[in-house]
């Protein structure tokens, strides 16, 4: 069985060993793949493992011989999963494995906004508390989460792990989601419609799949009416944030702060309107990234292939 991984790098940048998927077959591993050399590689390999790099039809067209692709991520949207299903092809995700690391980095972020403890470390080792005249200081307004209101957009698994970590904080939390669990629901956290969490909100996080309906929902009408000084994270997906609406927001002060860990295209464009606004954090996609996640990843996905191999596969987004 040949097994062919286009683009292995960033799930596995050498901490991690391909050694699941090379007990099932004759694995050959690239670190990344441009698009014209993707047929050329997969040849006559059964499986295609991938993560970033794009099956289109054509790729399928050219390679017949692919039964199995396995993505290496919860979102599928690089493969064209009407072609494969016309060919047969069985695709699989990872539908969960960064839960606790993407709620941590996303108060990570919000901490970074209300504190800048990474700015402060810095002028500390530049010698600016040296020569201070106080014995303390501080360069940004300093922000105390107790209190305030968490909206959170999406109330799947990550989100209900953020707002665990909210409360926590002792914040309360506004929750929005088409599929409403009320068991969830207690003194501090309870659902809303959308307009009530855009409206009520001190901080808004995004945890939503990007759809027809989501991309472009934080946009200039949305912000309109949500409070002034409104705090805004954003670890889902990129094209949820109209970007030149939130520049234009950040500039006003509407928006205090953004903190970013995904954009409308990867990687970061120069012109991208958010670079270089000192109140917007954007960091390049690494919430899903501690080795403890990324391990997870690699074990559902060697789970993925074995259960094909068996024929009872799981993880199936193309049935």
């Known amino acids: ?36 050399e993707v047929v050329e590689r997969i040849g006559s390999a059964e499986i295609v493992i991938t993560n970033k790099v794009t099956l289109d039809a054509s790729v399928f067209e050219a390679c017949p011989s692919i039964k199995y692709v396995g993505v290496l991520a919860t979102g599928f949207n690089v493969v064209d999963i009407s072609a494969a299903k016309h060919r047969g092809v069985i695709v699989t995700n990872i539908p969960t494995y960064g839960t606790a690391a993407v709620a941590q980095f996303t108060m990570a972020l919000l901490l970074e906004i209300c504190h800048h403890v990474g700015h402060h470390s810095n002028t500390v080792h530049a010698g600016a508390w040296t020569k201070c005249p106080d014995f303390c200081y ?10 305030k209101t968490m909206g959170i957009i999406g109330f799947g698994r990550i989100g209900q792990s953020v707002s665990a970590l909210a409360l926590a904080f002792g914040m309360n ?28 909100s001190d901080v808004i996080s995004l945890h939503t799949p990007l759809t027809v309906q989501t ?14 000084g409104v705090i ?8 949820l944030i109209n970007e030149a609406d939130l520049a234009q927001a950040l500039k006003s002060g509407k928006v205090f702060g953004a903190a970013l860990d995904v954009v409308s295209k990867e990687p ?20 899903w990234a501690p080795k403890e996640s990324r391990q ?19 993880n199936v987004v193309n049935l």
Request: proline share 6%; net charge negative; hydrophobic share 40%.
């Open 296 to 314: 997870r990843l690699m074990d559902i996905a060697t789970q993925n292939l074995k259960s094909f191999l068996q024929g009872t596969p799981v």
């Open 138 to 147: 501080w360069d940004y307004p300093l922000i105390e989460l107790a209190g």
């Open 173 to 200: 939390v506004l929750a929005y989601d088409a599929y409403q669990i009320p068991d969830l629901e207690n003194e501090h956290c309870r659902y809303v419609g959308l307009e009530v969490l855009l409206e009520k």
């Open 1 to 36: 069985m040949k097994i062919v991984i286009l683009d292995g790098y960033t799930e596995n940048p050498g901490d991690l060993s391909w050694e699941g998927f090379e007990a099932l077959g004759n694995v050959t591993v690239y670190d990344r793949s441009n698009p014209s």
């Open 215 to 228: 991309e472009g929902m934080i946009n200039a009408d949305s912000i309109a009416t949500m409070k002034d």
């Open 268 to 287: 970061i464009q120069s012109d991208n309107p958010l670079i270089g606004l000192e109140n917007c954090i954007i960091t390049p996609h690494i919430a």
């Open 232 to 239: 805004i994270l954003n670890t889902s997906r990129g094209p």
